[in-house]
């Protein structure tokens, strides 16, 4: 086992100073060191170190007076003893330069950090703007998946609607009254001949018994033709009912100019709603179809 250069005592391979040229061990105590000093890979034991500073042979230097005992603080002896030990002197640059070097390159790290914050920030802004324009096309689809629902609904309205439209209308017609080869004549009243007509039947009609009184149909091409037929709707189903049943006891129903008419029930075809001219209609029924003209615009301007 190796012994120590300095005090002669065993020495622990683990924490001694070894010399870089000879084979000389030391304990760091007896050098004046601490037990955590680092020594250097070129390190040279007091000896080496005259030997090369002088250039001679220093080997009767009492190397043992360095550490007379375990106890006591070494100190170099001869030329050597006013100042510090060489080996403090010979480590400290080697960790300057290691200090040195370690701040070049945390700078480096730290200008590369630096970078890379600033790469996170760009990153994090376009992730922001991504995530806004996502949340807005997310939005529209929605409201492009609620529009089908809403067109169903609204068709499923309309609909509706037709069919209330149309009971409505078939419901009017109950009261409605077809004459005709009624002669017709420019400038004529309607209305007064549907009371003189009814009168020569022994029923009696006032002027606010008839709702409307018109001719449905185009005009006849050249004068004399054939007249139109006249539609005549009544405030009360009652009195429809009786001016029909006065026109079939009679059977032949002569007109003021002495030819033949015929009074009738209006035909009522529910399959066909749009053959009803407005008048007959009613403004109950104008007001629906307004609003389903008005659903149909925006049915289409959805779609």
Same mark, same amino acid.
């Given at each position: 086992m190796p012994n120590c250069g300095a005090s002669g005592k065993f020495l622990s391979p683990a924490g001694a100073a070894a010399c870089s040229v000879c084979p000389s061990k030391f304990h760091k105590v007896c050098l004046g060191l601490t037990e955590k000093a680092q020594m250097s890979k070129g390190w040279l034991c007091p000896n080496c170190a005259n030997k090369s500073q002088r250039g001679g042979d220093n080997s009767q230097t009492p190397v043992k007076n360095i550490c007379g005992d375990s106890d006591t603080e070494a100190a170099p002896s001869g030329p050597e003893a006013g100042r510090p030990i060489s080996v403090s002197n010979v480590n400290e640059q080697p960790e300057v330069a290691e200090v040195s070097e370690f701040r070049r390159e945390f700078a480096g790290y730290m200008a590369e950090i630096c970078e890379f914050r600033k790469e996170m920030a760009s990153l994090r802004d376009s992730l922001t703007t991504i995530t806004s324009r996502l949340d807005l096309v997310q939005q529209r689809v929605e409201a492009l998946e609620k529009i089908p629902k809403k067109v169903a609904e609204l068709e499923g309205t309309i609909s509706q609607l037709k069919q209330e439209l149309n009971y409505r209308d078939q419901e009017a017609l109950l009261a409605d009254l077809e004459i005709g080869q009624l002669p017709e004549e420019k400038g004529e009243g309607v209305v007064q001949a549907v009371t003189v007509l009814a009168a020569r039947i022994d029923v009696k009609l006032e002027d606010q018994d008839v709702v409307f009184a018109e001719r449905v149909g185009p005009p006849p091409a050249?004068?004399? +033709?054939?007249?139109?037929? =006249?539609?005549? &709707?009544?405030?009360?189903?009652?009195?429809?009912?009786?001016?029909?049943?006065? *026109? $079939?006891?009679?059977?032949?129903?002569?007109?003021?100019? +002495?030819?033949?008419?015929? =009074?009738?029930? &209006?035909?009522?075809?529910?399959?066909?709603?749009?053959?009803?001219?407005?008048? *007959? $209609?009613?403004?109950?029924?104008?007001?629906l179809a307004l609003f389903l003209e008005e659903a149909w615009s925006n049915i289409r301007s959805a779609r």
């Open positions: 050249e004068v004399g +033709g054939r007249a139109r037929r =006249v539609v005549v &709707r009544l405030s009360r189903r009652h009195l429809r009912d009786e001016l029909l049943r006065a *026109a $079939r006891v009679r059977r032949s129903l002569a007109a003021p100019d +002495g030819s033949t008419c015929s =009074v009738r029930q &209006r035909a009522t075809d529910p399959t066909e709603p749009s053959a009803i001219s407005p008048c *007959a $209609r009613g403004v109950p029924s104008v007001a």
